[in-house]
């Protein structure tokens, strides 16, 4: 069976506390660095690569044509600072692709 590594990308002060739970983390200052080392853990095969939206949001067609592919997953994660809701529209899509309706947010009534 095989195990795959999970890392993080973004700024230090929004990933540092994902060390502690034995996730790699890559902190960096800029989309270019992100987009550089999302493209080394997909050629590492890492399982997950949790983003947050602050970068994906540069990247987007890039982790469009990842999400494609079985492995990795790329989960959005909010920032330090907030969230700008890409994470949360990921997980709609996804849904709404996996069931074929919205399931999650749609409203009654």
């Given at each position: 069976?095989?195990?795959y590594?999970?890392?993080?990308?973004?700024?230090k002060?929004?990933?540092?506390?994902?060390?502690?739970?034995?996730?790699?983390?890559?902190?960096?200052?800029?989309?270019?660095?992100?987009?550089?080392?999302?493209?080394q853990?997909?050629?590492?095969?890492?399982?997950?690569?949790?983003?947050?939206?602050?970068?994906?949001?540069?990247?987007?067609?890039?982790?469009?044509?990842?999400?494609k592919?079985?492995?990795?997953?790329?989960?959005?994660?909010?920032?330090?600072?907030?969230?700008?809701?890409?994470?949360?529209?990921?997980?709609?899509?996804?849904?709404?692709?996996?069931?074929?309706?919205?399931i999650?947010?749609?409203k009654?009534?």
């Amino acid at each position: 069976m095989s195990s795959y590594k999970t890392a993080v990308i973004g700024d230090k002060d929004s990933i540092l506390g994902f060390k502690t739970l034995g996730v790699a983390i890559f902190p960096v200052t800029g989309a270019a660095a992100a987009l550089a080392i999302l493209k080394q853990l997909v050629a590492d095969n890492y399982g997950v690569i949790f983003i947050t939206e602050e970068f994906a949001r540069e990247l987007d067609d890039v982790i469009a044509e990842l999400n494609k592919r079985f492995l990795p997953s790329i989960v959005l994660i909010p920032n330090s600072k907030g969230t700008l809701g890409l994470g949360i529209r990921n997980i709609k899509q996804n849904v709404e692709k996996a069931i074929g309706a919205d399931i999650l947010f749609r409203k009654e009534g």
